[in-house]
């Protein structure tokens, strides 16, 4: 440096975190809070800036996004690309996730090791759960063969051959795309997490809400393997000491808190309706998933390992952590 000339710090290296849900969602508001907290933590090496609402492209293409380089980290739903990847889909199992706050530490320990062999081309941060997805309807559903005959928007590809096996059938499009579909007669029901419904205005045409917890889905940070690679001192430190349980059960809970208050949000509300299946009824329900965990211990054990071992793990896991208090 030339001599009188005074020291200028270097400036933080810009970070590109892409995410598609609108910034009133609890997923983006999470999202905004660690990239806050990575910039912090990184001394200044890092500027964590955050894209919301598909600004870098569709929610399907995030996972290819963050492995080509178009964002640094992104939030990835495997659901979005059906039969991509296969052991993390677990969590779409039916009645496996009572909550995402209890499975959220289950479900990232379990994956960790194996997001390596799932998803080689990117980086794993951490993975988080949501609250269990509920079945929304134009009209009253109590029982599995109610659906027969409907247009639905799934959770995942999964959670559409669930419903495809009970006669519906499955419209793929994203949350983001629900509301104009519904509205236009595309759709006559979704499933999704009490929050998000009234998130995106489903709501305003679902009005009919079957109680009872189905699924989950799993919702990724993951990393641009060459930016997550290139990474050293502080600013290393502050990305590994995020990418971690610890945040993956914070952002699982809040999350799960948001989508939990949608419910009572939602019970404020004129014209909802809100059916309780009795014990026989969810014995039906609980029925149609029992040939998915089948075939998800297939295709688990075709990509190497052993499904009905892993499975079994993950769900003592769950059931041995602590339950959600009830609100």
């Not at 949350?175 to 595309?186: D, I, K, Q, T």
């Not at 641009?224 to 001192?233: D, E, K, P, R, V």
């Not at 290393?236 to 809040?254: L, N, R, Y």
Request: charged share 20%.
């Amino acid at each position: 440096m030339g001599a009188g000339l005074p020291a200028v710090a270097a400036a933080a290296d810009t970070v590109r975190f892409a995410h598609w849900v609108p910034t009133t969602h609890e997923l983006h508001r999470g999202v905004e809070a660690w990239s806050r907290s990575v910039t912090e933590a990184s001394k200044g090496t890092l500027d964590v800036q955050v894209f919301p609402a598909e600004q870098l492209g569709k929610v399907r293409d995030h996972y290819d996004m963050v492995a080509s380089g178009i964002a640094d980290l992104a939030l990835v739903v495997p659901g979005y690309t059906p039969g991509r990847f296969p052991i993390v889909s677990v969590l779409e199992l039916p009645f496996l996730v009572p909550g995402a706050a209890q499975a959220a530490a289950p479900f990232d320990t379990w994956y960790r090791p194996m997001a390596p062999l799932e998803m080689p081309a990117v980086t794993y941060c951490l993975g988080i759960v949501q609250e269990p997805g509920i079945l929304h309807t134009r009209v009253p559903v109590a029982r599995p063969d109610d659906v027969d005959g409907m247009k639905l928007r799934p959770g995942s590809a999964l959670v559409g051959r669930l419903f495809a096996s009970m006669g519906a059938s499955a419209v793929s499009i994203s949350a983001p795309e629900a509301r104009e579909a519904a509205a236009r007669g595309v759709i006559d029901a979704a499933t999704l997490a009490y929050g998000t419904l009234v998130s995106f205005g489903l709501d305003k045409v679902l009005n009919h809400h079957l109680d009872l917890p189905l699924y989950s889905v799993p919702v990724l940070y993951l990393a641009n393997t060459a930016w997550y690679q290139g990474l050293a001192g502080d600013a290393k430190a502050a990305v590994d000491a995020h990418c971690s349980t610890v945040w993956a059960v914070t952002q699982s809970t809040g999350w799960g808190n948001w989508e939990r208050a949608g419910a009572k949000t939602l019970a404020t509300l004129p014209g909802q309706v809100f059916t309780k299946p009795d014990e026989a009824e969810r014995a039906l329900w609980e029925a149609t998933g029992a040939p998915f965990r089948a075939q998800w211990v297939v295709d688990a054990n075709a990509k190497g390992i052993d499904g009905e071992t892993a499975l079994r793990d993950l769900e003592a896991a769950i059931a041995a952590a602590p339950p959600v208090p009830a609100d």
